[in-house]
């Protein structure tokens, strides 16, 4: 009985953690940026971001995250490029 209980706990531990937020908030001492994940997630390939194999924390640096983000919004001609667009002052 009480390893079926640690189970059940260890399933709906890990099913919560396999879903990510809507949207993530990127902070960054210029602004910090909002990320909507769904609207992302929805339109492309898991891939993109995350690369091979099972999607998690994606580490952020100045230099990788304009690399990944503006890149690809310029190449796209959509989605925001100007600093002010991504970095919100609070
Ligand atoms: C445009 C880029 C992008 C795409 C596409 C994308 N993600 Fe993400 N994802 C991110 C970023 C950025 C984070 C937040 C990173 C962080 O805080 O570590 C994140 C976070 C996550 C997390 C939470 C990780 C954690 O431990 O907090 C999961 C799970 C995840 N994504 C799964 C997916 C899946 C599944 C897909 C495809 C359906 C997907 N992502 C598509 C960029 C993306
Ligand atoms: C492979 C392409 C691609 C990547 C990578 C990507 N984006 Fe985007 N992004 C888009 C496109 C396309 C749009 C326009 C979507 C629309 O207007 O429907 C967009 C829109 C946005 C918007 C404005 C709309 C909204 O969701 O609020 C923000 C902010 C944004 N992206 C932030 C980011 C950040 C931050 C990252 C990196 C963690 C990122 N994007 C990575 C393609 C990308
Ligand atoms: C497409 C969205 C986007 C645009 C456009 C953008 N940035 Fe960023 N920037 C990010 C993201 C995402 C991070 C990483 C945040 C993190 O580390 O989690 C970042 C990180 C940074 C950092 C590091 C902040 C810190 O606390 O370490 C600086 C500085 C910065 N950006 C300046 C700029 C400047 C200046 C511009 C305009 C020339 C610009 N950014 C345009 C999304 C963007």
Redesign the pocket.
């Known amino acids: 009985m009480k390893k079926m209980l640690t189970i059940a706990l260890l399933l709906a531990f890990t099913a919560g ?4 937020a809507d949207t ?1 908030v ?1 902070t960054a001492k210029n602004g910090d940026v909002t ?1 909507n ?1 769904k609207v ?2 929805e339109s ?3 891939k ?3 690369g091979d194999g099972k ?6 640096t100045k230099d990788t995250a304009h690399a ?2 503006k890149d690809c919004h310029v190449k796209k001609a959509a989605g925001p490029t100007k600093c002010g667009e991504c970095h919100k002052k609070k």
């Open positions: 953690t396999a879903i990510a993530v990127l990320f994940h992302h997630s492309m390939d898991c993109v971001c995350h999607p998690g924390k994606v580490d952020l990944l983000c």
